[in-house]
């Protein structure tokens, strides 16, 4: 069974950093694309970043760039997602997800429909 668990939301304010893990086990592939996806309130799910297992290839949203860095550590079984210079349009609940790459890439994409599994989430909340 494929398992998902975020933690390390929260509030924080304007400015401020957070970092937020996930937990990934029984996910068998060799190597495959992980990812950060949020939902604000009343929005669409967007993609925030992305990372290639293979060879640590990264993709991020516009919105982030130079702001969030993911990454993945101890042998694929934990991502992360350090969030800096934290913006209250941040606000979202935060999920990470996992999914095998889509054949002919060498990136992985900020697609939702890319990835098969997904954590149940945790809340980040940006706000003075």
């Known amino acids: 069974e494929v398992q998902l668990v975020e933690s390390g939301g929260g509030l924080v304010q304007p400015g401020g950093s957070l970092r937020l893990s996930c937990a990934v086990s029984g996910y068998t592939y060799k190597n495959y694309c992980m990812g950060w996806f949020r939902r604000a309130p009343e929005k669409e799910r967007e993609g925030v970043a992305t990372i290639y297992t293979k060879d640590d290839t990264t993709y991020y949203a516009d919105s982030v760039k130079g702001r969030f860095a993911i990454s993945q550590v101890n042998n694929k079984k934990t991502l992360s997602l350090q969030m800096n210079s934290l913006k209250p349009e941040d606000t979202a609940t935060y999920y990470c997800?996992?999914?095998?790459?889509?054949?002919?890439?060498?990136?992985?994409?900020?697609?939702?429909?890319?990835?098969?599994?997904w954590g149940q989430g945790t809340q980040v909340a940006v706000s003075s």
């Open positions: 997800a996992v999914g095998v790459i889509v054949r002919g890439l060498n990136w992985c994409r900020l697609t939702p429909d890319d990835f098969d599994h």
